[in-house]
């Protein structure tokens, strides 16, 4: 009897546990959900929005799309969606609509808020998103890596990770034409150098040896893949005793060089390798006939911070030779005002995102930093504010089809960068949305700051033993 | 008489892990509170991946985990005895089982009292007085142990050979998560040479071994990659004694970092007066002494009676290591430079096994709190929240921040020219004195000033910033300044 009674109880404990809860009151506000998926743009191929509610105890989430198609989910403090159920939610839909209940001490018997509208552009975004995820500070790491995330799942694999290249640092990496076979990136400390991947065969080039002692940093791919442009700073950093902007990044010096890498030499035009300029974060416009990039009178750093204003210039570039033709300021801090970097041209060639702060370099190190962005055959600002905060917005890369622009952003700490996606319509950004995670809080949780995000079409596929003996021996 | 044995081997054991846990303790307090302040563990899938990139991955997970309570140095004495007593037990057993008998069953003690028998598992107590004495405070690798150990023991209680080879081919995967690849390589061959010697198809057993070859370029392509020289050679364990010089140097810096982390400046000063022998305790104590002096306002007193040479020995030249790095955090929190005292408590997680470490969020939620850098302490509280220890420190914390947010008043500009490290220290310190409005800041900045300007010689500028803030102004000069004062007057005087 005793016996039957406890399978009885354990049953009835069964069944409460999984039955649905009822919320006893409606609320008619929206959800304070994290992330704040409140309204915002998304493709169809993105990986489940999957959200929390601060401080609840219990959730329920019905995600009802335009043909009233349901997906319903609950959790203890988040909400994780079946990956296959939300894609086939989001097929050929144009909207979700999604009611969120939760249980916390404010509403102990449960609360249903507001529903909220998640738009669903028709746009894809590329599948696959490389970035390099680092301690977000001063001098020092023990771990860091560039990684690549499936954006149409939770999958997540590193590229290379430093314990590969003896701890060292590994940075700056791009791909031609959004091509994981053809990829660049960085290694610096022992046996470091440019690790030049082309048609899925790697190489170590020795940038340095090449072009008088100016190394590789800050790079971009010539859409034939046979040049990769670099800038070479002597990178350093200043500490502020008290202020907001907390640390001062800056050049000594920078240059600019190219990389032919059929002929393996580096090509370097006399105008961008005296000191009389700094010259930084190349890119090249996606028809391959402009070379874009930042420049700005050198000053006294970090002393003379306020008195640094980088410009943003274009100069032709001829495919066949190389060479660089005469300069054409896009944008002149000096007329405009602020320091203007990381110029990334849309794929149609029609407009110019950067990011614009007041002065100095390094604009992801400084608060007041946005993204701006300019229509190149009218040389007009287009409203960008949507995609900004109080916090730095910096690192934005287009997706191939120049719908969707990722860039990194401080807005939720001040301090660790997160990813976010935004939506460009052909005439104006929409609400942006902060990279998914399976658990919303890895976003919280994770003591590393994201930076060079890229797209990319495919993962990069490269044996770790390979890429680590480039490394380990001379 | 078995019975007898194990009851006098037991206590002997029992006596070792009191004598380790005691003497420990209470010789080496603040080694194992740093050892907490140093660790980092959370329940969080990526600390787990970033833990399966250090091998052992599940016991140096597990060693993370414990190590969250050695904030009490009774709690972490006791943990390790506990250790080292458990792998001690279970090599006595593992030797017990050794006595011939291969297959599994145990031996009964001979009634003459062969002293191979009884004597053998007294062997067993060389494990844990090597581990107690040459891996002290390294749980990770007093935890391989007890494993090897464990899975020893294992094998050698299992009855039949196909079970035993079961046994041992399971060993490699689950061997390869608990220790490292020559001790699992060890055990392995320990195992098949207890089965050679019996079993006519012994050559089956070169599998274990075979699987064990190849599983360091496995997981190193499909979980988290090895450095090629970690594969198979790397024993991971660096014996030092526990008498060493390395541990007593070790103790006495913790303690410096320690009682200034307390406050306790008096005991402080005691400690780093008495401190004369190794050359690394010298200038450790001189810069604890005259940080201790500058924190208790007596450095304008005291300033001569230290064997300072220049203004280099306030603190350490910026370098990311544990002494510097913890020197100049504690002096720039002296000063109340909380965003510099931030720089190195982060650059010190950094640089911790882990990328990060308790210490370190603890110290950075003070800090940012103290700067109004609200979102950032909160996100460190949530991660602190998810440990197991900081429930009380969570609570006390998330009251202080939002007590600050009301009460917060600084003025904190974008950008300022109050660059550290930027400067000479008199001037560095003179330019930081302009941003703080506290009055016993300023002070303490411009005393470093002033004090610089003595081991200098320099005068002018000693008079100058003598001058500055007005807090010397119509008042008594101390001892230091009063003494190098007349000195500049004598020598004025002389024709």
């Not at chain 2, 079993?199 to 392509?221: E, G």
Request: aromatic share 14%; charged share 20%; proline share 5%.
């Amino acid at each position: 009897m005793k016996e039957k009674c406890f399978y009885i109880f354990c049953l009835a404990v069964l069944l409460v546990s999984c039955s649905k809860r009822e919320a006893k009151e409606s609320v008619d506000t929206l959800p304070a959900i994290y992330p704040d998926y409140i309204g915002v743009t998304v493709p169809e191929n993105i990986c489940p929005l999957d959200f929390s509610v601060p401080e609840a105890e219990h959730i329920q989430a019905l995600v009802e799309n335009d043909r009233g198609e349901t997906l319903e989910e609950s959790g203890a403090d988040h909400i994780e969606m079946p990956v296959k159920a939300w894609h086939n939610l989001l097929q050929g839909a144009q909207e979700l609509t999604v009611t969120v209940s939760a249980w916390n001490k404010e509403h102990p018997e449960g609360a249903t808020y507001k529903p909220f509208k998640i738009n669903i552009a028709k746009d894809e975004i590329d599948p696959w998103i490389a970035y390099r995820l680092l301690p977000p500070g001063y001098e020092s790491w023990n771990h860091m890596g560039i990684y690549q995330r499936n954006i149409e799942c939770f999958d997540v694999e590193p590229i290379i990770e430093n314990s590969q290249n003896n701890h060292g640092c590994v940075n700056c990496h791009s791909f031609a034409n959004y091509d994981p076979k053809d990829f660049t990136f960085h290694a610096r400390g022992e046996n470091g150098g440019t690790i030049v991947m082309r048609d899925g065969k790697m190489k170590k080039v020795d940038i340095k040896a090449m072009s008088n002692g100016r190394h590789g940093s800050y790079n971009i791919w010539h859409p034939s893949k046979r040049y990769i442009a670099f800038s070479s700073n002597s990178t350093h950093q200043s500490f502020y005793g008290q202020s907001k902007n907390k640390i001062e990044v800056y050049d000594l010096w920078s240059d600019l060089i190219v990389y032919d890498i059929d002929n393996e030499k580096v090509l370097q035009d006399e105008r961008f390798t005296d000191s009389l300029n700094l010259e930084m974060f190349p890119s090249f416009s996606p028809d391959g006939k402009w070379l874009y990039f930042s420049t700005a009178k050198p000053v006294n750093m970090p002393m003379e911070t306020d008195k640094l204003h980088y410009s943003i210039v274009r100069v032709p570039f001829d495919e066949t030779t190389g060479k660089l033709g005469e300069i054409d300021t896009v944008y002149s801090a000096h007329e405009q005002g602020g320091t203007a970097m990381m110029p990334r041209i849309t794929p149609d060639g029609r407009f110019m995102l950067f990011s614009l702060g007041e002065c100095g370099g390094y604009n992801l190190y400084h608060m007041e930093s946005d993204l701006k962005m300019m229509d190149l055959e009218t040389r007009e600002m287009v409203p960008a504010e949507v995609l900004n905060s109080p916090r730095a917005e910096s690192f934005h890369a287009w997706s191939s089809n120049g719908r969707w622009v990722m860039y990194v952003t401080k807005r939720y700490d001040g301090r660790y960068t997160r990813l976010m996606f935004a939506y460009w319509d052909g005439e104006k950004f929409h609400k942006p949305f902060l990279l998914p995670q399976k658990n919303p809080e890895d976003n919280i949780q994770l003591l590393m700051a994201y930076n060079v995000p890229e797209f990319i079409k495919a993962p990069v596929v490269v044996s770790k033993d390979e890429l680590a003996k480039f490394f380990t021996h001379e | 008489m078995m019975r007898r044995h194990n009851i006098i081997f037991y206590s002997a054991l029992l006596a070792l892990m009191l004598l380790f846990a005691i003497y420990t303790a209470t010789k080496f307090p603040y080694t194992y509170i740093t050892m907490e302040g140093d660790d980092f563990w959370v329940p969080t899938k990526d600390f787990w991946q970033l833990k399966l990139g250090m091998l052992p991955a599940l016991t140096n997970w597990l060693a993370d985990f414990l190590m969250q309570f050695y904030r009490s140095p009774f709690v972490a004495a006791t943990i390790e005895a506990l250790v080292l007593g458990a792998t001690g037990l279970l090599a006595y057993l593992a030797l017990s089982n050794f006595k011939g008998d291969t297959s599994g069953k145990r031996k009964k003690a001979s009634p003459k009292g062969d002293w191979v028998v009884t004597a053998l598992p007294w062997l067993g107590l060389i494990p844990p007085i090597l581990l107690g004495y040459y891996c002290t405070f390294n749980l990770s690798a007093q935890l391989q142990c007890l494993f090897f150990f464990a899975l020893l023991e294992g094998f050698l209680i299992i009855p039949n050979s196909k079970a035993k080879l079961i046994f041992s081919i399971a060993c490699v995967p689950i061997g390869f998560l608990l220790m490292r690849t020559p001790m699992l390589g060890l055990l392995l061959v320990i195992q098949y040479f207890l089965i050679y010697i019996t079993d006519k198809y012994a050559i089956i057993w070169n599998c274990p071994l075979i699987l064990l070859a190849a599983t360091p370029p496995v997981y190193s392509q499909q979980v988290a990659f090895i450095p090629f020289g970690h594969r198979y050679l790397d024993w991971g364990i660096q014996p030092v004694s526990l008498t060493s010089k390395y541990n007593q140097n070790g103790e006495y810096i913790k303690t410096m970092v320690c009682l200034s982390n307390e406050g306790r400046w008096e005991d402080l000063l005691y400690k780093a007066r008495v401190k004369k022998d190794a050359k690394l305790g010298k200038e450790v104590s001189l810069r604890y002494a005259l940080l201790a002096e500058s924190a208790l306002s007596t450095l304008p007193e005291n300033l001569l009676d230290y064997p300072i040479r220049d203004e280099n020995q306030f603190l350490f030249p910026h370098q990311s290591e544990y002494v510097a790095s913890q020197f100049n955090r504690l002096f720039y929190l002296n000063l109340g430079v909380y965003d510099e005292a931030f720089h190195h408590a982060e650059e010190y997680g950094f640089i911790q096994t882990n990328g990060n470490c308790f210490s370190s969020l603890r110290q950075m939620v003070d800090y940012t709190i103290e700067e109004g850098d609200w979102e950032i302490a909160d996100k460190y509280l949530q991660i602190l929240a998810k440990t197991s220890c900081h429930k009380t420190f969570v609570k006390e914390r998330r009251a202080k921040l939002e007590e600050a947010k009301k009460t917060f008043n600084k003025d904190i500009q974008l950008r300022a020219d109050n660059f550290v490290g930027g400067y000479p220290l008199p001037i560095e310190m003179l330019r930081l004195a302009r941003y703080y409005q506290d009055e016993s800041q300023r002070k303490k900045m411009l005393d470093y000033a002033i004090c610089s300007y003595i081991l200098r010689g320099d005068a002018n500028s000693f008079m100058i910033a003598s001058q500055a803030f007005d807090i010397y102004k119509d008042k008594e000069l101390p001892k230091a300044y009063k003494e190098f004062f007349d000195a500049i007057s004598a020598s004025n005087k002389q024709p």
